[in-house]
RNA sequence: GCAGGGGUGGCGGAGUCUGGUCAAUCGCGCAAGGCUUAGGACCUUGUGCCUUAGGGCUGCGUGAGUUCGAAUCUCACCCCCUGCACCA
């Protein structure tokens, strides 16, 4: 049994007193890889591990093909959520309190943590600790977090370049907000973290008869206007009449109150909503009068607090008029049906239909009338076609767009922003609505210029998995203006508006060079002040000299030579590695970020990108309560074992699922691979035979497979084929025995060397026990020896295998008859070379009768290979030729005689077919021996 | 809706670019036998259907087409997953 808790410790030890992960540029072709770095508003569990790990993974290949390769990690500070949490830690907050504590804190840190930086620091230093246990090649002395003062200046040197090259933009943007606090609200800041959905409506002005104001109706659906029988408002609630661009309008009074963030507005009174009910109002589209009534579904918080009735499309409203008229109000009786849909009968009415189908009468629930909605709302505005109106005959979706842009035209309509899943609660308890802010920041990643020479760099760039590369092409077209500031949170000041910090995505798209000169500013102690633009200049740019960077920075020129030299070094190599649903946003944008300010030559080399971790295939999430630290795993599952599964469960592109189940087949063969190695000693190293011959085939075409599969990070492939394959090789190896000891430790030797950067710690012990100097980690990628792959050989085990079970397959059948014994011999009869020529010579001609015309060239009768030949019936589907010679085959079955003799429990005996008496001897094909099972006497 | 990815055995997931060596690598699960005081682990065998001297049939979302031959190529349709921004 292997301890994995003792390698790992003694191995980490040991390179850490190597100082093995910490290199420094050399004459060695370099390689920086960068994972998107950790937010550390929680410690890391398994499902976070994945990038880090494959990333690690591809760093220690990389090495090993010969490059001096810098794996750096830092922490990213940046946002909200890290005060977030730590104000709920303090608030003693019961949902953060049972999500931490799987992460075993203890309680004297517990307090601690409500202050934000400490919690950070406390989730960054454990992040390191469970990384380092994972046996992740990181080189710490670079680490450095997004509040780092030194790095603050970079971010400002970054956007000033941006500024100057007229990339920023200010303007009107829109944001969630909260009244209360005077703050945006995100996902994090909301009441059960429901992300709030932000949505542009139209907001339809319907004049009052005998009045200049109009009633204003928030509606998703223009399109309807031509079927609209009344207006419904919330009857007791409070309305406003309020100038708009100077024109009056009725609203609620809680609409008046919310559109003021959005829109300039003037309130001039307040209204009853009983007022309301006594005017009318004249359609804009048709010009015809319409009552007002009053709806009980009718929200006054929603959008304008007034809705338009289209009862035959919509079932609110078609209920909400049903239950009036039985009130004995007068209510319109025409419901006019606007949309059509494909087969459906003209006289129908959609609401009615729809609401049968949920057999929701007039008395229904709201939620049920609510799902009748939703379904007809998808279907008509899937399959729906205007039957009235101007754009009559157009789909509904178009129509909706038409309608819109003729009433915004027309003066007839104005637009707002609602929150479509409204209500959504600030964690204060205010509801969150809509505010516009005109003095926003934009990064305008829609500048043609900009977008043009990302796309023009991004050609060259390697992608991985390949067929991601239209995700990126299509991000890049798409994104637009960013809002780069936020008013609240950890990070970088906005230079351009103090008051404000650099949004958290903003701040990260150029942070991976810091990374070559972290570790020297910090050993050098130098401070933030000096970090001038001067020296970011000619650091990362190459503008001015050394000597003028210095004199503005007032840093020792040594110290500048060696940033710039370092930068220069690691990053003209880069390789990006982040999980796939950041190409939408970060790793784009970093794109757009190299493409603005790095020299060319410097854009990313390779962006890597790789699917989710799961646990027992379910996502990990809090609400599941499966959340895994890595500490934990890696003491119950072994540091190697978890990292395989990481990497390598499955190919980048798809989610791995991580099962107890997988890690127990791993330890067992590991345990297998480590017993084999200890027996070893007990081995012989002769002479040469076939299955030598046959192991060392299929390790030099593993190595050439593997090769290839790595360099197209086919991991799983690759990690299948280096492990698994190999334990399936040696053990039939083995099986066939007398091992040969020579040839069996270059096999694991070079096994394990390819086998270390997913499972760095056993293979160091491997390789140590193989006797072995050195790291297995430091070695050199091992070379195919072209030569040493010998088809045939590997087809003649192939034949072998097929003839042991064929011969299997026919003792089961046979021994009943026998009385259930075993037969007393098995003949295996080795077809004729003239056999082997014919079938050749059939693959190429594809014609019976030409091969029988050949037949003297192959040695043999016209007859007897034209009865052979014909057994094919169909010459179109033999294609693949024989690979091996008769002599071949009949000498690695009788290599296996022996074997196969201990397998099938009876005497074995190979035969060729001239040679043999047997009737069943002309049945033998080339990769078919003849087979004749003998029973009773031998 | 827009964009990207995908539908293959009880399951995870190869194979698709470059059609034939594919009843389908590998792994998990399951079943039987061996070993064991027992369990676990380990080893052997089996795991679509029908056969029974190594054979045949059906099958890779649905339907059609190209081809001597299709999981693989073409067309149409159905279904699923992910992202859609100020959120890290």
């Given at each position: 049994m292997i301890d994995y808790g003792a390698i790992e410790k003694k191995w980490q030890k040991r390179w850490e007193e190597s100082n093995a992960y910490e290199p420094e540029p050399n004459e060695k072709k370099p390689l920086l890889v960068t994972a998107a770095?950790?937010?550390?508003?929680m410690p890391l569990h398994i499902g976070h591990l994945k990038t880090y790990a494959i990333t690690d993974m591809y760093a220690r290949y990389m090495r090993l093909a010969g490059y001096n390769t810098l794996f750096p990690m830092g922490f990213h500070y940046t946002g909200t959520p890290i005060i977030a949490i730590a104000k709920r830690i303090a608030e003693r907050n019961k949902d953060v309190l049972d999500e931490i504590k799987v992460y075993n804190i203890p309680d004297s840190e517990l307090p601690k943590l409500s202050d934000p930086l400490y919690m950070a620091d406390y989730f960054a230093k454990d992040t390191v600790r469970g990384l380092r246990a994972a046996g992740l090649g990181i080189d710490w002395r670079r680490s450095f977090n997004s509040i780092n003062p030194f790095f603050s200046k970079m971010v400002e040197w970054q956007f000033s370049k941006l500024v100057a090259m007229n990339l920023l933009e200010q303007g009107e943007h829109y944001v969630a907000w909260c009244t209360n606090e005077g703050n945006p609200v995100g996902q994090h800041d909301t009441k059960g973290d429901v992300h709030p959905e932000i949505e542009k409506v139209a907001m339809v002005a319907f004049k009052v008869k005998d009045e200049s104001a109009s009633f204003l109706c928030t509606t998703y659906?223009?399109?309807t206007i031509y079927g609209v029988s009344n207006l419904f408002i919330a009857k007791g609630a409070a309305y406003s009449l309020v100038s708009i661009s100077g024109k009056d309008y009725y609203i609620s009074k809680s609409a008046a109150k919310e559109l003021a963030y959005q829109l300039k507005m003037e309130e001039k009174g307040d209204v009853s909503s009983d007022e309301l009910l006594a005017k009318s109002a004249l359609n804009?589209?048709?010009?015809e009068e319409i009552p007002i009534l009053p709806g009980?579904?009718?929200?006054?918080?929603?959008?304008?607090g007034i809705v338009m009735s289209v009862p035959a499309h919509a079932p609110f409203d078609y209920v909400a008029l049903k239950r009036l008229e039985r009130e004995g109000y007068k209510v319109p009786s025409s419901y006019k049906k606007v949309i059509s849909l494909e087969?459906?009968?003209?006289?129908?009415i959609p609401s009615m239909v729809y609401l049968s189908m949920f057999g929701a009468?007039?008395?229904?629930?709201d939620d049920l009338i609510e799902e009748a909605t939703k379904k007809l709302y998808s279907a008509e505005s899937h399959n729906g076609k205007m039957?009235?109106?101007?754009?009559?005959?157009?789909?509904e979706s178009e129509a909706r767009e038409y309608i819109k842009r003729d009433l915004l035209a027309d003066g007839n309509a104005l637009e707002s922003y609602i929150i479509?899943?409204?209500?959504v609660f600030c964690r204060c308890g205010t509801r969150a609505i809509i505010k516009i802010v005109n003095d926003q920041w934009f990064i305008?990643?829609?500048d043609k210029a900009w977008k043009e020479k990302v796309k023009a760099l991004f050609a060259s760039t390697e992608v991985?998995?390949?067929?991601?590369r239209a995700a990126y092409d299509y991000t890049i077209d798409w994104?637009?203006?960013?809002?780069?500031?936020?008013?609240?949170?950890?990070?970088t000041r906005f230079?351009?508006?103090?008051?404000?910090i650099i949004e958290s995505l903003s701040d990260s798209?150029?942070?991976?060079?810091f990374y070559t000169i972290s570790h020297i500013i910090a050993s050098n102690n130098i401070?933030?002040?000096?970090?001038k633009p001067e020296f970011f200049d000619y650091v990362?740019?190459?503008?001015?000299?050394v000597d003028s960077a210095s004199a503005a920075s007032g840093i020792d020129p040594l110290v500048v030579k060696r940033c710039r030299e370092s930068f220069a070094y690691w990053y003209s190599n880069t390789s990006r590695h982040s999980?796939?649903?950041?190409?939408?946003?970060h790793l784009t944008m970093y794109l757009f970020a190299h493409a603005a300010?790095?020299?060319?030559?410097?854009?990313?080399?390779r962006i890597v990108t790789n699917g989710m971790q799961l646990y027992e295939g379910k996502k990990m999430s809090k609400s599941l309560g499966n959340i895994v630290p890595i500490a934990d795993a890696i003491k119950k599952y072994g540091a190697d074992n978890l990292r395989a599964i990481e990497i390598a469960?499955?190919?980048?592109d798809t989610d791995t699922d991580f099962s107890v189940a997988a890690v127990s087949g791993l330890m067992q063969r590991n345990d297998f691979l480590y017993n084999t190695i200890k027996s070893m000693e007990e081995m012989d190293s002769g002479g040469l035979r076939p299955i030598d011959y046959w192991l060392y085939s299929k390790l030099n075409a593993k190595i050439s497979s593997v090769t290839k599969d790595m360099g197209l990070l086919y991991v799983k492939s690759a990690f299948g084929s280096i492990y698994y394959d190999s334990i399936n090789e040696i053990k039939r190896y083995l099986e066939?025995?007398?091992?040969?000891q020579i040839v069996l430790s270059e096999f694991l030797s070079k096994v394990t060397i390819m086998l270390s950067p997913f499972m760095p710690h056993i293979a160091e012990e491997f390789w140590e026990m193989l006797g072995n100097d050195g790291f297995a980690i430091e070695q050199a990628w091992p070379q195919p020896d072209?030569?040493?792959?010998?088809g045939p050989i590997e087809s003649c085990e192939d034949v072998i295998d097929a003839t042991l079970s064929d011969i299997k397959g026919i003792i089961t059948v046979m021994s009943p008859k026998n009385g259930g014994s075993m037969p007393s011999e098995v003949a295996i009869i080795i077809a004729d070379e003239w056999k082997f020529k014919a079938y050749n010579y059939l693959v190429d001609s594809k014609k019976h009768s030409e091969v029988i015309a050949k037949s003297e060239s192959f040695g043999a009768t016209k007859e007897d290979v034209s009865k052979y030949i014909?057994?094919?019936?169909?010459?179109?589907?033999?294609?693949?030729?024989?690979?091996?010679?008769s002599e071949e085959l009949r000498s690695a079955m009788e290599d296996a005689s022996k074997y196969m003799s201990s397998k099938l429990g009876c005497a074995v005996k190979v035969y060729s077919e001239s040679s043999s008496?047997?009737?069943?001897?002309?049945?033998?094909q080339p990769e078919k021996p003849g087979i004749e099972l003998k029973w009773g006497q031998s």
């Open positions: 770095w950790p937010y550390v508003n659906r223009p399109e804009p589209l048709t010009g009980f579904f009718v929200d006054e918080s929603f959008g304008t087969g459906d009968a003209e006289q129908s009468g007039e008395s229904a629930s039957s009235v109106g101007k754009y009559a005959g157009s789909t479509s899943n409204s209500p305008n990643y829609g991985y998995p390949k067929k991601m994104l637009d203006l960013r809002a780069l500031e936020r008013a609240q949170g950890l990070g230079p351009l508006n103090p008051k404000h798209t150029l942070y991976m060079a401070s933030a002040d000096k970090a990362f740019l190459g503008i001015g000299t999980a796939s649903e950041l190409i939408y946003s300010i790095m020299p060319k030559e410097l854009f990313p080399k469960g499955t190919e980048l066939r025995g007398s091992p040969n072209i030569g040493m792959i010998n014909l057994q094919y019936k169909n010459p179109n589907s033999v294609t693949m030729k024989v690979s091996f010679t008496s047997s009737a069943r001897a002309q049945r033998a």
